[in-house]
């Protein structure tokens, strides 16, 4: 039961406000020869002269990150295996401004060839994203009220911001003459689903020490796409491209310095979607209005039957000159989650190469950073094994480990950027991990002859 419980808290997080945006997995930048390492960095370009990503089987992205406090830290487990909530130790683990993001990608479809020196590419997906920023004060507050203030402004800062889209992508590289260097752009069209967007939420309360009166301000001004009006029927050609449309572009390079130092970089998902259909925007009637209580009249509040009901009234008045929202149905629009990667690749014989990995993300306009250090063996001829470590959002404690099985033209791959975070989900304030399917024909000449150096014997 308790194990139920583990997985539970992460699949309903994992889903939290419905969806969810892929940030792509760390340690597959740097995985030889998987072709979705191509949605990191344009520039990359396959060994094979031509890829299909099959429906539904090609790539699954799941991700999870909690720079807040992991499951273990707020559920605990008693002597007799029942379970207790540790809100104190809980809320001792987080930081003033909190970030909790998952992601869920799948691709739709994915084709890719080469064209002497250029590479070609085109795919679909289906993306979605969530990125929650929380105060600690706003948790502190909704599980311990304000006595946990007193004498204190409790700031209940929050912002959620969701976007469900669909991605259609039109891919471009190209290497020198000398193999040196290879550049990439993709263009995409984009076509909105869903989405919530937070612009602001400056709440306070402030609590009297000594007669225990509060004062109350806010200011709030958040809009929704669909998920207002909750019709989110399927109608195929709305989904498919429908009135909220948008654009966005990667752009990447790779350069291959020396023999064995290879350096990278790219910026991927600058672009933004304007929602046009089903808009709800709310807005505070009265900016910066405040609200104060100090306890009801206990004269009013027993006088008579409407006492209580007029003390009740009162309050409920003064509630709504503060917080009241205006509801208006204007056009807004959001931008991507932008990434930015850094890498550097360094062989260091036949079988063995180390990387480095800087990767950047925005959420809500503040970047989590995070940096993979990994190994690649080439085990065989079919096998390829990735060991990587990374410190993601903060969280450091992280091993990942990847791995993609050749037999023909098939290849399977499977990579996570926190292994044990799979088999201890409790503890886990981080999980990524992507799977799939690839059909890989026509292997390069260069690709062919580097294959031959190794099973080439050395002449006695």
């Known amino acids: 039961m308790t194990t139920k419980y583990k997985y539970v808290f992460i699949l309903l997080t994992a889903l939290l406000a419905f969806t969810a945006k892929a940030q792509e997995n760390l340690t597959l930048y740097h995985m030889k020869g998987i072709q979705q390492s191509i949605n990191q960095n344009p520039a990359k370009i396959p060994e094979n002269k031509f890829n299909i990503s099959l429906p539904g089987l090609s790539s699954t992205n799941l991700h999870y990150n909690n720079n807040g406090f992991a499951y273990a830290d707020l559920v605990a487990k008693r002597a007799d295996d029942s379970l207790i909530l540790t809100i104190d130790n809980m809320l001792s683990k987080l930081k003033d401004n909190n970030t909790l993001s998952t992601a869920i990608s799948t691709e739709i479809i994915g084709i890719g060839f080469k064209v002497k020196r250029s590479y070609w590419s085109f795919n679909a997906a289906v993306k979605t994203d969530v990125g929650f920023n929380f105060s600690k004060d706003l948790l502190t507050f909704a599980l311990k009220g304000n006595s946990a203030f007193l004498g204190k402004t409790a700031d209940l800062y929050f912002k ?4 469900a889209y669909l991605e259609y992508g039109l891919g471009f590289a190209q290497i020198s003459k000398n193999q040196k260097l290879s550049y990439g752009v993709r263009f995409k069209l984009l076509s909105g689903i869903a989405n919530t967007q937070t612009d602001r939420t400056n709440i306070t309360v402030f609590t009297n020490e000594n007669d225990y009166s509060i004062k ?13 009006t909750g019709d989110i029927k399927f109608n195929a050609p709305d989904f498919i491209f429908g009135k909220n449309t948008g654009t966005a572009f990667d752009l990447g390079f790779v350069y291959k310095a020396t023999e064995k130092l290879t350096v990278s970089a790219s910026v991927t998902d600058i672009g933004a979607i304007t929602w046009n259909d089903k808009v709800s925007n709310y807005k505070s009637k009265n900016p910066n209005a405040s609200f104060d209580f100090n306890g009801f009249s206990l004269k009013t509040f027993f006088d008579g039957k409407n006492g209580f009901k007029a003390s009740l009234d009162s309050l409920g008045d003064s509630l709504r000159h503060t917080f009241d929202l205006v509801k208006s149905t204007n056009s807004y629009k959001t931008k991507l989650s932008t990434k930015i990667y ?18 950047g993300r925005f959420v809500n306009s503040q970047m989590q950073s995070n940096v993979c250090l990994s190994v690649n063996a080439a085990a ?13 959002n903060g969280v450091a404690n992280n ?18 950027d926190n292994i044990i975070g799979l088999s201890s989900p409790d ?3 981080n999980l990524d991990v992507q799977a799939g399917l690839n059909l890989r024909f026509g292997r390069t000449k260069v690709a062919k002859a580097a294959k031959s150096l190794k099973t080439d014997k050395p002449k006695a």
């Not at 065989?380 to 993601?392: D, E, F, H």
């Open 342 to 359: 850094a890498g550097a690749s360094y062989k260091l014989n036949k079988t063995y190469t180390v990387n480095a990995l800087f990767a």
């Open 380 to 392: 065989t001829r079919w096998l390829n094994i990735t060991g990587s470590y990374s410190i993601a």
């Open 160 to 163: 959620l911001n969701t976007t």
């Open 399 to 416: 091993i990942g480990l990847g791995a993609s099985v050749n037999a023909g033209p098939i290849q399977l791959y499977f990579v996570t």
């Open 216 to 228: 109350a301000k806010g200011d709030i001004l958040f809009n929704t796409a669909t998920v207002d």
């Open 427 to 429: 503890k886990a304030q």
